[in-house]
């Protein structure tokens, strides 16, 4: 039968791709945590992780325990828990990942946790890049998005869509876009996928088209200053691009053919049981998220 600490043990690392950092997490020597992780590949009699003295990354046999593991272990902490709290003390590390219009717009809401919740650490990344929650370490993160990786869980907090600008000198420079396919003509202002990689088409109803990348980034804030500039057309959050257009510095384009609806997303690894701390957290955006984000929506 495989014991539940190596289970745990497991789960770190995968979480930061480190031994070094498990071992720090887990306040154990790190010999111990490497020998646990041998252990348990020799218990099994397959490779979980394929290491080398740069990367890791999980085997097909790992990310199937993996799945299991997490049931463990989670499991195993919900049953500590119960027994431990005397009270409704609720205590532990919550890993946030957020946007950084995400954590503009929540700042009183995570606040508010913090207070009702004083033993709960929250251990927040701000950053527009899209994270991978399993590889990155992160317990739930809140973002916008048209499509959900699997073996996730995602609960809609609030709509969200995508519209695309120039700016007046841009479009007196170039011209405005008629069709779609007018934009292999133009110089657009795009993003990078989750590799880092240059995006090299938008969506465009049930197809994507082709578009001419001027300049990539991962950050929209920056995209935005950029298009208001004149420096292309730009694919960008409703809720940055609106006060622009309001104040006439951005002009809608292909407002029929380009605009995307999404939402803003908050998602978690899929789990039978949740961490006391994780549950309170994801409890609490639940119940206030929509409103504030929506608000903050309409007032953009």
Known sequence: MLDTEEL??????????????????????????????????????VRLLARTTRSMAVTDAGRELLRHAHLVVDAAIAAEASVRRRDDDIRGDVRVSLGRASAAALADVLADFIVAHPTVRLLVHVSDRSVDLQRDGIDVAIRASAKIAPGLVARRLAPARL?????????ARYGAPTSLRDLKEHRCLLGLDARMKPRTHWPAGKRTVAVRGAVHSDDPHLLTQLCVRGLGIALLPNRLADPHIQRGELAVVLADRLRVDGAIFLVYGERTMMPPQLRAFVDWIRARAPAVLRARGEAA
């Open 163 to 171: 519209v695309a600008a120039a700016a007046p000198s841009y479009l």
């Open 8 to 45: 745990l043990v497991f789960t770190r690392i995968v979480a930061t791709q480190s031994l070094a950092r498990a071992a720090t997490e887990l306040r154990l020597p790190r010999a111990t945590v490497s020998r646990r992780l041998a252990g348990l590949e020799a218990k099994l009699g």
